[in-house]
């Protein structure tokens, strides 16, 4: 099981570091300066966001989420909103993030306004980005796939920080709960049905919005895969064109699942994120934990999860093992916003 909770956290890491250089960048775009990605590569001295980054340094998405596994620890993985908060705003003022542009949309107001002493609920009720959902994986790790409404709710408690609306809510939950189910089935099958089965529930646990519906285009997600089982370019060109692979969690999220169900490989799935176009780190960060859940870390190429651990100075022994000590024992308690 360690070895699993391994997969994911370098899954993540290695999704959201393969898929740094082009982020935010359009599909044309990409394919004008890089034609494929390969493997990791420097952040692009053109684009706003990742030319301050190194190959194989991960962004946002894994650094929250190891800040939120920072703050679980603290408080004996009951999650507290004040302290996930106090938790990812050192991580953003370590990093610099505010200045170097480097948060999403709906976490950089409602942590500035964290910081300010001031309530974000009303940001973070409208909130559509994917913020919640980006730095969720290692939460799904925590629960056994048959813990569905804990998981929902555990979820729900940990992004509240910044993301409150129902379509974030859910989003987050599906990427969790396809890695609660992957880690034990590793079945790329159950864990779609599986992931879709919590989108209900979650969507009731947070403020209503205007967003389609993600178990529709992730069902959508699935017959491209099987329709271009043979052709890779072919599959993420109608992602990208009929699911999106934009900032909002009604696209990122869908399409993570779509592209994890493909290649249910974390090299494969990295790559194949990296060269979508759009939210391409984050979009890498939670197809391809979902893969590591599946295949465990030991599957994974050495030469990749070596150039995690160097590039980011980080050692995600500590965090595995945090985890699987909680698996199982955790509880959301009341939710309250």
Request: aromatic letters at 8%; proline letters at 3%; glycine letters at 8%.
């Amino acid at each position: 099981m360690l070895n699993k909770i391994l997969g994911v956290l370098y899954g993540m890491a290695i999704g959201d570091a393969m898929g740094m250089p082009p982020e935010l960048w359009s599909r044309k775009r990409m394919l004008e300066q890089y034609g494929e990605i390969r493997g990791f590569l420097d952040g692009c001295p053109e684009n706003i966001i990742s030319y301050q980054y190194k190959a194989g340094q991960f962004t946002d998405d894994t650094g929250q989420a190891l800040a939120i596994l920072d703050s679980l620890t603290e408080t004996g993985f009951i999650p507290s909103a004040q302290k996930i908060a106090k938790h990812i705003l050192a991580w953003a003022e370590r990093e610099d993030a505010f200045e170097k542009n480097i948060l999403g949309p709906t976490s950089r107001v409602a942590l500035r306004l964290f910081r300010e002493g001031k309530c974000a609920k009303e940001c973070s009720d409208l909130a559509l980005s994917n913020g919640a959902a980006m730095r969720i994986a290692p939460v799904g790790a925590l629960f056994e796939p048959t813990q569905k409404e804990e998981l929902c709710r555990y979820v729900a408690a940990v992004s509240q920080v910044t993301h409150t609306s129902d379509v974030t809510i859910a989003g987050a939950a599906m990427i969790a709960m396809a890695v609660a189910s992957a880690i034990v089935y590793a079945d790329r099958e159950r864990m779609i049905e599986d992931a879709l089965s919590v989108e209900t529930y979650a969507m009731s646990l947070g403020a209503s919005t205007v967003s389609p519906s993600l178990g529709a285009r992730t069902k959508l997600g699935v017959h491209l895969a099987g329709a271009y089982a043979g052709d890779e370019r072919a599959f993420l060109e109608q992602v990208y064109d009929l699911i999106g692979a934009g900032v909002n969690t009604a696209e990122s999220v869908p399409a993570a699942l779509a592209i994890a169900y493909y290649a249910f490989d974390v090299k494969k799935c990295a790559l194949l994120c990296a060269n979508l176009g759009g939210d391409t780190d984050t979009i890498g960060a939670m197809a391809t934990a979902i893969c590591g859940a599946a295949t465990g870390a030991d599957a994974i190429p050495a030469d990749y999860r070596e150039t995690i651990l160097r590039a980011n100075k980080v050692d995600l022994l500590p965090y595995a093992e945090a985890i699987l000590k909680n698996r199982g024992n955790v509880k959301a308690g009341d939710l309250r916003f």
